[in-house]
C-alpha cells in the first residue's frame, strides 16, 4: 500500500495516588522482600512459565533469606493435576505462596504496586500487559528478552533474562509442536532476583528508569 503507517502504542495508565489497599489484603507478607508473578492455567502455563519462575527463585534464596515468592494464578480449580504438580516444585518451601483465585483489577494493579519485584520468565507474550502495569506503578521488573514486551522492556528498564529460541515441543497446545518460543536462563534469572534483593538502591533505580520511560512513551499524560 502506499496509504501512511502510523503506529498508536497501547497506552498504559500509570496511577495518580498510591493504592488503598494493604499487603494483608491482599494476600502478602507484610516483611519479607516480595517476588510476583502470574499466570493463567486456561492459558498455556508452559508459555507463562511459573515453573521456572519457582526454580529460579529457589536457587537464589533460601527459606530463611528474607524473600517470598508469591506465585498468583487463576482457574487452578480446571487444571488440578497441573496445579498440584506446580505445588509440588515448592512442597517444603514456606516462602514460596500460591494464591489462585479471582481477584478484582483493583487488587490486581495493587499487587503489581505492593511487590517488590515483578517477574515474567514467560516463553512468550502478546504484548506483557502485567510486566508493563508494574513498571507504570514504580515496581521493578524481571522478564524475558523476548517476545511482545520488547516494546517497552529494555536493558535500561527492565532486567533483562537472556533466551535461548527453541522449539515449542510437546504439552503445550494449542501450540504446533514445531513452532518456536524463548527458553529463557534459568542462572541469568536467579542472579537478576538475587542482585534486585541484595541491592535496594538499584532496584531502585531501575523502577524510576521504567516508569518515566512509560510516562514518556506509553502514558495518556
Same mark, same amino acid.
Given at each position: 500500500?502506499?496509504? &501512511?503507517?502510523?503506529?498508536?502504542?497501547?497506552?498504559?495508565?500509570? &496511577?495518580?495516588?498510591?493504592?488503598?489497599?494493604?499487603?494483608? !489484603?491482599?494476600?502478602?507478607?507484610?516483611? !519479607?522482600?516480595?517476588?510476583? /508473578?502470574?499466570?493463567?492455567?486456561?492459558?498455556?502455563?508452559?508459555?507463562?512459565?511459573?515453573?521456572? #519462575?519457582?526454580?529460579?527463585?529457589?536457587?537464589?534464596?533460601?527459606?530463611?533469606?528474607? @524473600?517470598?515468592?508469591?506465585?498468583?494464578?487463576?482457574?487452578?480449580?480446571?487444571?488440578?493435576?497441573?496445579? $498440584? %504438580?506446580?505445588?509440588?516444585?515448592? @512442597?517444603?518451601?514456606?516462602?514460596?505462596?500460591?494464591?489462585?483465585?479471582?481477584?478484582?483489577?483493583?487488587?490486581?494493579?495493587?499487587?503489581? $504496586?505492593?511487590?517488590?519485584?515483578?517477574?515474567?520468565?514467560?516463553?512468550? $507474550?502478546?504484548?506483557?500487559?502485567?510486566?508493563?502495569?508494574?513498571? %507504570? =506503578?514504580? #515496581?521493578?521488573?524481571? %522478564? !524475558?528478552?523476548?517476545?511482545?514486551?520488547?516494546?517497552?522492556?529494555?536493558?535500561?528498564?527492565?532486567?533483562?533474562?537472556?533466551?535461548?529460541?527453541? $522449539?515449542?515441543?510437546?504439552?503445550? @497446545?494449542?501450540? *504446533?509442536?514445531?513452532?518456536?518460543?524463548? *527458553?529463557?536462563?534459568?542462572d541469568a534469572?536467579?542472579?537478576?532476583?538475587?542482585?534486585l534483593f541484595?541491592?535496594?538502591?538499584?532496584? /531502585?533505580?531501575?523502577? *524510576?528508569?521504567?516508569?518515566?520511560?512509560?510516562?514518556?512513551? =506509553?502514558?495518556?499524560?
Open positions: 500500500t502506499d496509504k &501512511p503507517v502510523r503506529l498508536v502504542r497501547l497506552p498504559i495508565d500509570v &496511577p495518580t495516588r498510591p493504592t488503598a489497599f494493604t499487603r494483608r !489484603t491482599i494476600g502478602f507478607p507484610e516483611s !519479607t522482600f516480595v517476588f510476583l /508473578t502470574n499466570f493463567d492455567y486456561l492459558s498455556v502455563p508452559a508459555r507463562k512459565n511459573p515453573a521456572g #519462575t519457582i526454580r529460579a527463585y529457589i536457587t537464589a534464596f533460601g527459606p530463611d533469606d528474607g @524473600a517470598t515468592l508469591v506465585v498468583k494464578s487463576i482457574n487452578g480449580r480446571h487444571r488440578p493435576g497441573e496445579r $498440584e %504438580a506446580l505445588r509440588a516444585l515448592a @512442597a517444603d518451601r514456606p516462602d514460596v505462596v500460591f494464591l489462585d483465585d479471582y481477584v478484582s483489577a483493583a487488587q490486581l494493579k495493587a499487587m503489581l $504496586e505492593l511487590a517488590d519485584c515483578f517477574v515474567s520468565l514467560h516463553r512468550s $507474550e502478546g504484548y506483557g500487559l502485567n510486566i508493563a502495569d508494574a513498571m %507504570a =506503578h514504580g #515496581t521493578p521488573t524481571i %522478564a !524475558t528478552g523476548y517476545s511482545g514486551n520488547l516494546d517497552f522492556s529494555t536493558q535500561q528498564t527492565s532486567m533483562l533474562v537472556p533466551c535461548d529460541i527453541v $522449539e515449542v515441543g510437546d504439552h503445550a @497446545a494449542p501450540y *504446533d509442536s514445531t513452532a518456536h518460543w524463548a *527458553d529463557p536462563d534459568m534469572a536467579s542472579s537478576a532476583m538475587r542482585l541484595d541491592d535496594r538502591s538499584a532496584a /531502585t533505580a531501575l523502577a *524510576d528508569r521504567a516508569l518515566a520511560h512509560v510516562r514518556e512513551h =506509553h502514558s495518556l499524560l
